[in-house]
């Protein structure tokens, strides 16, 4: 028995519409309370739907809490949306059945169409459900991986394991300098590691808190600037010393490293390694890729007075021009005339261990203006159809691309793709020993 046909014969298109509505609305319905027992589940197990994370943009624990909170208020605010769906998708699915209803089906006709309805909602039901079960047993499992590497970050780094395949895998020493366990202890912590000072006493601390405070008096009135530094010197006055984060061999062995002038400690390109290499074999491949004339120029003498005077000469005449303000001149005007350096970051996942160059322009005259273009342009980065994200978002793009017999997916390796279109003069970079 063919029911549409037989449907559509005896009752019209119209009455073949009223089942495909009431069939739809059924699926929906069903769809929308496997929702609904997702939500619910993953509310009481303590879980956040992936759709529903949030980014937490501040490092503190006060905003993670904010977010956590705000995540459970989208969590319950879900479960209700859904709720009232299913609760209009049921007045819908009434006013279908009294549509039906009133076209008087004979009795085998009616029969024929609760069991297809019934056949498509449990239909529905068992596929949406198992995909749900699926989603809430991953989501437990990366919940429970999150909540034991939390576990992990919250221990002291006193008590980190830095022996023996960890230790290898945190600290790649190329060079021929030894290194004593203390030292491959501290290094193992991380360039960002942040020491405790032990003595608050130190210029560079005070003077630290001297600047930060200066510039935030800048852009505040008198009073205000005063009142603020008179509670900056109560605070330094009161400081206290905190605990010491790392022990007495380990300090030590900063100072060493500080000291020793054989080698280099440097970032790797990739990952949180710290890599140590001989200082001639730095300097040797740095010399290498500032020596290739299609990257790099030189220059007979510093250009950078005369890149001074031009950039004040263009800020004052946007200021004429009311197109910045008198604040906006201040910030971008050059007050500090600093070389950009350039330093390598060594590639150690690939043969050689090669260096990506990498221009610090801190304290140089375009800095500030490089700052505010990069707030300008953020909005449209990423509008582009040819943007990639990142690796993930390339492998979902390509993961429903189907390649014949006679077609090949070729990738490339890009090599100095910033430093590339445009000339970087050399008399503008100082190598960092």
């Given amino acids: 028995m063919n029911l549409f046909k037989d449907l559509r014969e005896n009752y019209g298109r119209n009455a073949v519409k009223d089942l495909r509505l009431l069939e739809n609305t059924e699926r929906k319905i069903s769809r929308f309370r496997c929702h609904r027992v997702f939500s619910l589940r993953a509310k009481h197990s303590g879980l956040i739907p992936t759709s529903l994370k949030l980014n937490c943009p501040i490092n503190t624990k006060r905003a993670r809490d904010i977010v956590n909170k ?4 989208l969590l319950n605010e879900r479960i209700r949306v859904v709720t009232n769906k299913i609760k209009t998708l049921e007045e819908d699915k009434i006013r279908a059945n ?14 024929e169409i609760s069991r297809h309805v019934e056949n498509s909602r449990e239909s529905e039901f068992q596929h949406v459900r198992a995909r749900q079960t699926r989603k809430l047993k991953e989501l437990a499992k990366k919940h429970e991986k999150s909540t034991s590497n939390d576990v992990n970050k919250s221990n002291s780094h006193a008590d980190l394991d830095l022996s023996g395949t960890q230790l290898k895998r945190w600290v790649k020493n190329l060079s021929k300098y030894k290194l ?3 030292q491959n202890s501290v290094l193992a912590r991380g360039l960002g590691y942040a020491v405790s000072p032990d003595n608050l006493n130190q210029p560079s601390i005070v003077d630290e808190h001297i600047v930060a405070c200066e510039k935030a008096c800048w852009k505040l009135t008198k009073p205000e600037a005063a009142q603020l530094r008179a509670e900056i010197v109560g605070t330094l006055k009161s400081a206290k010393l905190p605990p010491s984060n790392i022990n007495k061999d380990e300090r030590i062995a900063i100072k060493q490293l500080q000291k020793e002038e054989s080698i280099m400690v440097l970032g790797a390109d990739k990952g949180r390694a710290t890599v140590v290499m001989d200082k001639t074999e730095y300097q040797e491949k740095m010399d290498a890729l500032l020596s290739d004339p299609k990257t790099y120029e030189k220059l007979d003498r510093d250009p950078t007075a005369k890149h001074k005077r ?3 000469s263009i800020l004052q005449r946007l200021e004429k021009e009311d197109k910045i303000k008198k604040t906006d001149k201040q910030f971008l005007y050059p007050t500090s005339e600093n070389v950009p350096r350039i330093y390598g970051s060594p590639k150690i996942h690939k043969d050689g261990t090669p260096l990506r160059p990498i221009v610090d322009f801190t304290g140089s005259i375009g800095y500030n203006v490089a700052k505010s273009l990069a707030d300008i342009l953020s909005p449209i980065v990423g509008q ?38 445009p000339s970087i003069s050399l008399s503008m970079c100082s190598v960092i020993d």
Avoid: F, G
Avoid at 98 to 111: E, G, H, M, P, Q
């Fill in 384 to 421: 582009s159809e040819h943007h990639v994200l990142n690796s993930k978002s390339l492998a979902e793009d390509l993961k429903d691309i189907v390649l014949t017999e006679d077609e090949i997916l070729n990738s490339h390796d890009v090599v100095a793709l910033l430093p590339a279109p």
């Fill in 310 to 312: 031009e950039l004040v």
């Fill in 180 to 182: 004593s366990d203390a």
């Fill in 70 to 73: 705000a995540e459970k208020a």
């Fill in 98 to 111: 009294a549509s039906l209803n009133a076209r008087d089906i004979n009795k085998d006709l009616s029969r």
